[in-house]
């Protein structure tokens, strides 16, 4: 794919991204049953934590990881959810954190909150409202 794809894809990515947040639902818990691999810290990136927003404090079900240096705003990352590793497309946006893979987005903001997008279900414009809620930390 070539540089003005990348880019493209990526601005798009972002712009849909500025969805209005539903209000939270209560989502599907079952943390005995999920594996999650931890994801070593990349050499020259980052790796966070995420679990359930609400109710806080859940077990660790997402792990984000960026494996590109910090000063680079657009790159490679990954994402574990539940046993399954997916690559994905990193961004920086402003303040905010973005991994886009599949038909999927995850948005970090600053204070930890994250918001998963589902684009499968995206109305007539592209646009998804937020499925899933989670406080993430560095780690």
């Known amino acids: 794919?070539?540089?003005?794809?990348?880019?493209?894809?990526?601005?798009?990515?972002?712009?849909?991204?500025?969805?209005?947040?539903?209000?939270?639902?209560?989502?599907?818990?079952?943390?005995?049953?999920?594996?999650?691999?931890?994801?070593?810290v990349p050499e020259k990136g980052e790796r966070w934590l995420c679990g359930d927003r609400y109710p806080s404090g859940g077990?660790?079900?997402?792990?984000?990881?960026?494996?590109?240096?910090?000063?680079?705003?657009?790159?490679h990352g990954q994402v574990s959810v539940a046993g399954v590793v997916s690559e994905a497309l990193f961004a920086v946006n402003g303040v905010e954190r973005r991994w886009d893979w599949d038909k999927s987005?995850?948005?970090?903001?600053?204070?930890?909150?994250?918001?998963f997008y589902d684009f499968r279900n995206a109305d007539d414009e592209g646009r998804a409202k937020p499925s899933g809620f989670f406080a993430c930390r560095r780690g």
């Open 1 to 40: 794919m070539g540089r003005s794809a990348v880019f493209v894809f990526v601005l798009g990515a972002l712009l849909v991204g500025g969805c209005v947040p539903s209000t939270p639902s209560t989502l599907p818990s079952t943390p005995s049953t999920l594996t999650t691999p931890m994801l070593e």
């Open 59 to 75: 077990p660790v079900t997402v792990v984000l990881t960026r494996e590109t240096p910090v000063a680079v705003r657009l790159g």
């Open 105 to 115: 987005a995850m948005v970090l903001q600053p204070d930890g909150d994250a918001l």
